[in-house]
């Protein structure tokens, strides 16, 4: 309860308006049914998945800030510092393709307690690394806590049914949106203050009270476990079969594919065009997921209402327009950093309204691979996401301009536009009247 109330606050605090003030703590309370506080045989609050998740989200992004200083730290190229995100996303994605099976097997909850707490060795490794190949090794296995990026999705699934779970999973991720919008700001702070290994004491921090509430809170959602991998595997044809399967799933990878190429080259563009600080970087690329965050929060409203392709639909044009009204600006030579760094909040809020309907159609194909489609699907997004950051990363060195990435960013939008219309056109053919 008190960590609710203390969520709620920061909320209120962050947007002193009166949808959170009002609605923040009965969106994270009045939440899956039958579910006690702290009482681990029965579903979990939705606070908790909000947590699980934002911890996976927020060691993404908390320390990119301080990636120039961390390679003078450890002497060696950004290029190479840079691998912390791209490698990481090729970590992760590879462990999404292990979690959700694992999870359809075993369930939910052991998966996601030994991912948090192999995130926490590992963050705790990463402080010590007496150099950067050993740095980038722990920074590897802080992967683990993809666990809490797949699961508390796939949680919702299990509990919630699917004309509400578009809405429930926008809500989770409408609350997760807050880790990487202030991340960035506190990481950018904590790193020109105190220096980057403070960062990441504040993760393991985090990762050991969120084991904590895990344990406690988390009952097992997965009552339709299968019975082994060979009969789990066997039903693994008709999902990775389905037409509308990967169309959900690609349309999830370049709507998230804008963000992840944004945020692999945007320290570049704060630092060498626009001469931004630490802090003022970390502000700046905290825009994105604030306009995530309310996407996600009219998802939730009006997902259920409008369907899940109408929402994908407004949400990719929205991104795409978003990121076009930047070009145009910084092809006319627009000096000030909003003109990328705020147009760049439109992507944020498209994606809010896009990637929640977009989950849920994937997981929807076959529900009793529910983890294993939020898995591959996940998988794609993080691979997808680590080969769009590591080019962004390549094209904006020794550059003078935000134009180069922003153009990079409206090609990757624009693709997701195309899959959710031919996501659409076979949903049509499989069911006319939906």
Known sequence: MLICKF?????????????LKNEAYGL?????????????????????????????????AIFVPSLPKMAEHFGTDYAVMQLSIAGYFLVTGTLQL???????????RPVLLWGILIFVIATIGA????N???????????????????????????????PSAASMIAYVTMGMAIFPMIGPIVGGYLGETFGWQTTFWFL??????????????????????????????????????????????????????TFFSYLGGAPQVANQVYALSETQTGAYLGLISLGYFFGNY????????????????????FATTGIGISIILVALGAASPLAFFGCVVAVGF????????????????????????????????????????GTSGFITRDLNSALPLAVFMFLISAMSIVFTYYTRMVQRQYDPEA
């Open 7 to 19: 969520f709620t606050a920061i909320c209120q605090v962050i947007f002193p308006i009166g949808l």
């Open 204 to 257: 393991a921090t985090f990762g050991a009270v969120m084991l904590g509430l895990v344990f406690f809170d988390l009952g097992e959602s997965n009552s339709n476990r299968s019975e082994s991998f060979s009969k789990q595997f066997a039903e693994c044809p008709e999902l990775f079969g389905a037409r509308r399967y990967w169309g959900f799933t690609l349309t999830s990878m370049f709507c998230s594919g």
């Open 350 to 389: 498209g994606n809010g309204l896009a990637l929640p309907s977009a989950t849920v159609g994937l997981m929807s194909v076959r529900p009793s691979l529910a983890g294993t489609a939020a898995g591959v699907g996940g998988a794609m997004m993080v691979f997808g996401g680590g080969l769009l950051s």
């Open 28 to 60: 994270l309370m009045a939440d899956i049914p039958n579910s006690r506080f702290l009482d681990r045989t029965t579903p979990p609050k939705l606070i908790t998945l909000v947590l699980t998740a934002g911890l996976a989200a927020l060691s993404l």
């Open 132 to 162: 950067v190949e050993t740095f980038l090794a722990f920074r590897m296995a802080q992967g683990g806590i993809a666990t809490g990026m797949v699961l508390s999705r796939a949680v919702v699934r299990d509990l919630v049914p699917g």
């Open 98 to 108: 292990i979690i959700g099976p694992l999870s359809d097997r075993y369930g939910r």
């Open 298 to 317: 009219y998802s939730g409203r009006n997902a259920e209402r409008l369907g899940i392709f109408k929402m994908m639909i407004i949400g990719c044009w």
């Open 127 to 130: 402080i010590y690394a007496p």
